[in-house]
């Protein structure tokens, strides 16, 4: 449909002139737009993520070097910090869409579930952790809704107090005093 994009068979239409200027407009900005929304909502941008998660790479790298009696090359850590990134980021998008599958706008537990249900590993793992925060009585790892659920019949009913009578009124005539005099 569009020139110089890859159509939906994989093959690449032919671009003209004025379509080429276009599209490198649209292109560079695109990126900006993108690090201005992730700013916005997590309060960092990409680069400083990247960089923290390189430091946190180097040092898992320098504890394995000590523990192997092997060393790390710098482009391979570097390399492995690409994938923990690349690997974070499909994982925090395969979160956000389970979420809003079910209607919800906060990743709950059993969005964490369904993304590691692949690996088994992990799932022996994160079910682990469930059983000792559940032994430990944290409920802090437990998501709070904030809005409203897309289907309200999932959604959890309050159940109202049943009135109860605290007595009879011909027990209430009769306990009544009458007035001094």
């Known amino acids: ?87 974070a980021e499909h994982l925090a998008l395969e979160l956000k869409a389970f979420a809003a599958h079910a209607g919800r706008s906060t990743i709950r537990e059993e969005d964490v579930k369904l993304a590691c249900r692949k690996s088994s590993v992990l799932q022996e793992l994160l079910d682990e952790e469930a059983r000792r925060t559940i032994a430990g009585g944290s409920t802090s790892t437990k998501a709070i809704t904030t809005g409203p659920t897309k289907n309200a019949a999932t959604a959890a009913k309050k159940t109202k107090p049943k009135p109860t009578r605290v007595g009879s009124s011909a027990a209430v005539k009769s306990s009544a005093r009458p007035p001094a005099d």
Do not use: N
């Open 1 to 87: 449909m569009f020139p110089g994009r890859p159509t939906s068979r994989g093959r690449t239409r032919k671009q003209t002139e004025g379509d080429e200027s276009m599209d490198d407009d649209v292109r560079s900005r695109a990126p900006e737009e993108e690090q201005d929304e992730q700013r916005l909502t997590t309060g960092i941008d990409e680069k400083s993520l990247k960089a923290a998660v390189w430091y946190t790479v180097a040092q898992i790298a320098q504890e394995e070097e000590v523990e192997l009696g092997r060393s790390m090359s710098e482009p391979f850590v570097a390399a492995l910090t690409e994938l923990v990134y690349a690997q």
